[in-house]
């Protein structure tokens, strides 16, 4: 039904440019030839990202790379803040890249500041603030972290100043591809585990040895307010939210269907057995029908659970979480090939399965002399991805042949298409200007808000383009 509304659309469309009901007929191509030893590992927000060392070998740089930073990072010294680590990042992205970012508090394993990720300023106003042991088994190992009182007023004040400050300056950057809704607990992930030598043992709040002055975790209040701050200073910027913390996560996903999430445990058997927690009803569908309006975006576990899922295991949950994009890295080795060749495999179906994968399935045109358009191409497009893309995407044709070049001159905009979903596009070209002959036919894809954001599709290619086929434009 959707793709015959397209036609619908595309028919109107001719008429309303003023190709009449009795023009020629549309004249078929040659289906495109699919370049099905192509695996499309990484693209714009789909496949790999750049993560933790990104140790698979890539066919080219992903379009994304993701950090994080301690809020330390950004704010040496009380309402001066130091974007720099930021700005020397941006920097260095090749045309068409972005950089993800989130900003945590607390680090237990990797700390870059001694254990304390917070400005120092701020300890002298949460005297309920306690210093607990690090993790000691992961590397950037450190004695002790500093957790902050969550709920200090004036805690919370400084965290959404913070994100104002960087909402001022980075909100709808089109260098910025994502922030992640992170901050609360350890990593930000939203939870309290990582501490005292086991990765899963809960921060000691009931420790009165460690926690002397009655610090309490923080209220649903406190992490309300945290995700308000982040989700009120990129309101045009993509957002993720963490999905360890539920009420959070529904809270954020309630905020705008454009927000999306993000899930640290992607080949681990929590990722699907505790996504939903205690979610029910219209708040658990509210988690698992997100991916249809905003990305799904995951790295994995590390540790031991990289593959406890088993191989097949991680490619099933990319395909039945609509997973758009994995991070490169966090694989428990430090060289791909201290990988076996069927892990190896498995990550590589991993990648080519994520996010979308649009497909020209059918090409026609259609020519008439009589009016200014004399010249149509119809384009019907296919998504085999497991996800849409999120984001606006422009079709520019190139025409080689009969002594000229035609290139870009006809464009048009490609929306999202959902799996296994079709969509049609149509360009016109000013054939009077078009000298009759053959025509060598030609597109690439590109990002509407940055052109040197390509998208890649499982085509032949040549010099960039993907090879549609060849049509014939008459003599007038």
Known sequence: MRYLTHLAACAALLAAIGVPAVAEDWRPLPVPTSDNGAMILTG??????GWHGGIIPLPQTPTEGYTRFAWADLEPREDTYDFGP????LAGLKPGQRLAFGVLSVDTCCSAHQGLDLPGYLLSYMPKAFWMKADPGNYGHVENVYVPDWNSPYFLDRYRKLFVALGKRYNGDPRIAWVDIRGYGNWGEGHLAGANAYHWTQFPYDDPAVNRNGAERGTLDTRFAMADAIIDAFPDTQLLAMTDDKPVLVHALKRSPRIGMRRDSWGARMFGDSLLGDLTGADAQLVLNRWRTAPFIVESYGWE??????????????E??????IGNGNFNVRRWNDLAADKQAALLRSGTRAGYRYMPVAVSYRTD???SCGLALRIDWRNDGVAPSYEAWRVHVWLTGAGATWDGRATSDLPPIQPDAQQNTLQCFDAPKLPAGQYHLSITVSATVDDRRTMPLPLVSEAGHY???TITVPDR
């Open 44 to 49: 714009p927000m789909r496949g790999f990202y």
């Open 86 to 89: 930021i700005e020397r990042m």
């Open 305 to 318: 659970k990289v593959f406890e899922v088993g191989l097949d295991g991680i490619v099933k949950q990319v």
């Open 320 to 325: 039945d979480y609509h997973l758009s994009a």
């Open 369 to 371: 002399p009589q009016v």
């Open 467 to 469: 090879v549609l086929g």
